[in-house]
Each structure stands twice: as structure tokens, then as C-alpha cells.
């Protein structure tokens, strides 16, 4: 069935009438590590970091930094926060691939500007890079709240009198020019742009969505999470560092899960074309996409037409590889 709009003017309200028994997130690490929550489960535990974050001192209109993998628990400590009527802000997480001076340099950084009561890691987090968090007298570094006791009862501030006016979040850009530039979003903007994205790829409950791109950027955050958030759709997910240590992996999960529409950056499609051995790519079955979308970076035509050379025999029409700006395209 068709979606013509998300008719909510916030993204509390949409989860708080989402189907509790439909599928949301599917977390692949590797082939003995996946994990899927139901959107029932995922407010459950949404609820809980809530808690958490209330018991800390957080409190609605506060700023929140998260710097978490990629994975279910940043995104339940992101609505967590939003639950609480709190301003969330994902920060990139470290990993190998980051310079560790210009990393350090925009943690510093961004964090002074965000001035935020509670800023959130996880047992991983190197100690070293602690000393590159800014937080005031009043603020605090903590853990994330992973486990709770079954069945207990998580009593939460009344934040149902939030309207669209309300900042949903603070979303930054990529940093590569300089210090990472942060944007508010109100839950109205947010809404706003998830409708015409419903609206120029014709989003159904019938849709599935796969990603690896990063929650901290806006096609990850957006699209990826807030989009099927919004309209009940379920999306599998990989962190960035999985996936370009197996790039083929994504061909595997949408052929696995039967995705619909997927959101990748230019460099990607190349990437797979020669990261991809010619004699496995039978093994991948992409009839199911509707629509593959070159986004976030500049669109070669050269790019695109090596990938669907390279696997339009996989079952993917050649309309299916779109391009856009800021996520949106319509199909034709």
C-alpha cells in the first residue's frame, strides 16, 4: 500500500503509532552477529536510555552529544534523547580510517560549540580522546544504558505537548573545510523533507531499506533512520567500517532481505564494480531494488555506468540507479 504523506507533525508521534510487532532494525556485524528489534522492542529500549539520561540530569531542551558506533543503542539513546524533549547530536564515532588530529581537532571542537549537559560514549571509547571533550561545570560524560531489568516500570516527563516548531535534533556537516558547521532541525523541518521524499519515491509498506551510511551525516540520519522511523519501514544497516572491509557484503544483504532502496555515495559504485570478483557477482540477486541512488557527493556518469555494466545482470533494471541532491529523486 502506498504512503502519500507521514501524517504527524513529529517523529514521537510517529513511533508512538508504529505497529509494536513490525520489524525496524536489522544490525549486520558479520555473519554470527546480527541483531533485529521490533519497533515495540526499539521503544522499549528507547525508553530506557530515556531513564537513564533523566536519572543524569537531562532534562527537555538540553543538548545531548552521542558519539557511539553505528548500531541499534546510538539509536535508541537518539530517541531517547528526543523522548525527553532533548536536542540530540551524533558525533562521528573514531576508527582507523579518521586522522587522529583532525578527529581530535572537531571533537574539541564541536563539542565547545554544543555546550551539551550530557555527553554519551561507550565502554570502547578510547580514554585518551576524553581529554578532547569540552563539557562545562554542569555537564557530564557517560556511559550508554544497554540493559535494563525486564519489566520495570519507566516512569517519563509528559513531553506530549512537543509541536513541529519543537528542535528535534542538531545535524552537522562533514568537516571538510573546516569545523564542522551544526544545523537545528525542527521535527516540522524534518517532517517536511520526509514527505517529499515519500512523495518522489512513492514509499510503501512494502518497502525495505538498506544502508551503511553513517547516522552523523544527513543521508544516514535522515533518510536511513528518520525515513523509515517515520513510515514503519524496516532497514537492514551496517556500520561504514564493515562495509569497506567487505564491500560485497551490501550486494548480500539486499539480495538476503530483498531491499527496495538503498542511498550511496559516488565512490561507492566503484568501489563495488572493482572490489566485486567478476565470477562472484552471479551469486547476487538485486530485482528487488526499485531504486539505487548516487547521492552526498559529486555524481560521475562514468561511475554509474561501470557498476551497471558490471551488474545488470544481476536482475536490476537499469532505471534503478537514480541520482539526487539531499536524497530526493523522483522515479519515473
Known sequence: MSTSSVPVSTLLEALAVAPPERPFVTMWNDADDVHTVCFGEFTQQARVQAAYFLSHGLRCGDRIILILPQGIPLMTAFVGAMLLGAVPAILAYPNFKVE??????????????????????DDAFPSELLEHVAVSDSAQIVRSASDHVPGMPIALPDVGSLEAENLACIQHSAGTTGLQKGVALSHGAVIRQLNHLVTALRISDQDCIYSWLPLYHDMGLIACFMLPLACHLPIVLQSPT????????????????????????????????????????????????????????????????EFLAAFGSCGMRPNVLQSSYLGIVKLT
Open 242 to 305: 564493515t562495509w569497506v572491509m567487505q564491500p560485497a557484503t551490501m550486494l548480500q544483504l539486499i539480495a538476503e532481505y530483498q531491499c527496495t532502496l538503498a542511498w550511496v555515495p559516488n565512490f561507492a559504485l566503484q568501489f563495488l564494480t572493482r572490489r566485486v570478483r567478476p565470477e562472484d557477482r552471479a551469486n547476487y540477486d538485486l530485482s528487488s531494488l526499485r531504486a539505487l541512488i548516487n547521492c552526498s557527493e559529486p555524481v560521475r556518469a562514468q561511475s554509474m555506468d
Open 100 to 121: 587522529p588530529a583532525k578527529y581530535r581537532l572537531g571533537l574539541a571542537g564541536v563539542s565547545t560549540n554544543l555546550k551539551a549537559r550530557l555527553v554519551v560514549i
